[in-house]
């Protein structure tokens, strides 16, 4: 009986959850068991997500990447093949584009991306992210195809589909008929 109370003591110390403090094995690098967990770096988010300062401040360091690093690199030259923008800041898909550019970038130059993680972000990214942003019938395509020629246009874009226009009528509707103007005399 006595044996019997010592393993009952035994496997209730077992099954009980760790005492808090430092880990036995934290001179290992290892977290502490049961005590709180590493806090996660906060999600990315989309810059066409973004507001006010927020946004400003994400695009400043964007464009700092794009000048100096991107451009220097793999800008190449500007013809009507591959078009660029000085104000590429004011297209939203371009934006849009090189803001994932960069989030991938900076997750595949991490050391946690192994040796052959620039060679993915490479192959995987950059080449279509380009394709796509210097297009002949790109965002791009009426802006500047000759360094001697600076320009920049945008494009007006589709206009909404036929049940954006029905919803914006029947909202209308619902509102009544507009207010007449105060006659002037």
Known sequence: MEQSAQHTQQLDHLASAPPPGGSPFAAFGMPGLGGPPPT????PRPILELDGEEREDELDALSDWVDDFFLPVYGSEVTTAAPWCLQ????????????????AYQQHKDPEAGLS???????DFLTHAIAAIRAPGGPLSACMTSPERPAHRILPGPPPSARTEKATASAAEAAGPPEPDEPTS
């Open 40 to 43: 996660a770096p906060p999600e």
């Open 88 to 103: 590429w800041q004011e297209h939203d898909d371009v934006v849009a584009w090189l803001h994932a550019l960069w989030l």
């Open 117 to 123: 993680g620039l060679f993915v972000w490479h192959r």
